[in-house]
T-cell receptor, first 116, second 112 residues
Framework: AQSVAQPEDQVNVAEGNPLTVKCTYSVSGNPYLFWYVQYPNRGLQFLLKYITGDNLVKGSYGFEAEFNKSQTSFHLKKPSALVSDSALYFCAVRGISSGSARQLTFGSGTQLTVLP | KAGVTQTPRYLIKTRGQQVTLSCSPISGHRSVSWYQQTPGQGLQFLFEYFSETQRNKGNFPGRFSGRQFSNSRSEMNVSTLELGDSALYLC???????????FGAGTRLSVL
């Protein structure tokens, strides 16, 4: 079964500093990887995805993520954090085999707080 | 283009009742998936519908069911509600042969 681990429940960073939100995954075959963000009382907003190609993926709002196959990681990064980036971030994986593996499996989420 | 629309946004029910939640996908999207989000269990996949057929189902009891209509709108039904069913229920739609799921704002269900 596929799985996603987000080892940090909470990440605090000062405004203007770089931020990293960690994600590791386990899946059979090549993964499809995603990052979503959730603001209070809202649904999930898509940030970026990795399907194939360049290991560094750029997404919305200045976010990027680096795919590392050997470490099975897909960490989310941003060079300079904004207070408005404070939210709950989810990493997700989708397998390419049939059946339930084609569904998104989410990590437990990381609460990012950017301090002014 | 309008996003995924879920109604109602908030719902309060009592144990033993049943509830129906509605989801209108993005225009042109034929795949609709449902997820349950709780503080304890996180985001869990319920089921996916495509062209009115259930394609995949998560590990939930039979009290949870769904359907999809010819216009791709979907409904989710929970019968005999339990306190543990209190959650944010999220619907997501996806275009054919595309990988990104787009989520609605969710329906917050409280079971008293």
């Amino acid at each position: 079964a596929q799985s996603v681990a987000q080892p940090e429940d909470q990440v605090n960073v000062a405004e203007g500093n770089p931020l990293t939100v960690k994600c590791t995954y386990s899946v059979s075959g090549n993964p499809y990887l995603f990052w979503y963000v959730q603001y209070p009382n809202r649904g999930l907003q898509f940030l970026l995805k990795y399907i194939t190609g360049d290991n560094l993926v750029k997404g919305s709002y200045g976010f990027e993520a680096e795919f590392n196959k050997s470490q099975t990681s897909f960490h989310l990064k941003k060079p300079s954090a904004l207070v408005s980036d404070s939210a709950l971030y989810f990493c997700a994986v989708r397998g390419i085999s049939s059946g339930s593996a084609r569904q998104l499996t989410f990590g437990s989420g990381t609460q990012l707080t950017v301090l002014p | 283009k309008a996003g995924v629309t879920q109604t109602p946004r908030y719902l309060i029910k009592t144990r033993g009742q049943q509830v129906t939640l509605s989801c209108s996908p993005i225009s042109g999207h034929r795949s609709v998936s449902w997820y349950q989000q709780t503080p304890g269990q996180g985001l869990q996949f319920l089921f996916e519908y495509f062209s009115e057929t259930q394609r995949n189902k998560g590990n939930f009891p039979g009290r949870f069911s769904g359907r999809q209509f010819s216009n791709s709108r979907s409904e989710m039904n929970v019968s005999t509600l339990e306190l543990g069913d209190s959650a944010l229920y999220l619907c997501a739609s996806r275009a054919v042969a595309k990988n990104i799921q787009y989520f609605g704002a969710g329906t917050r269900l409280s079971v008293l």
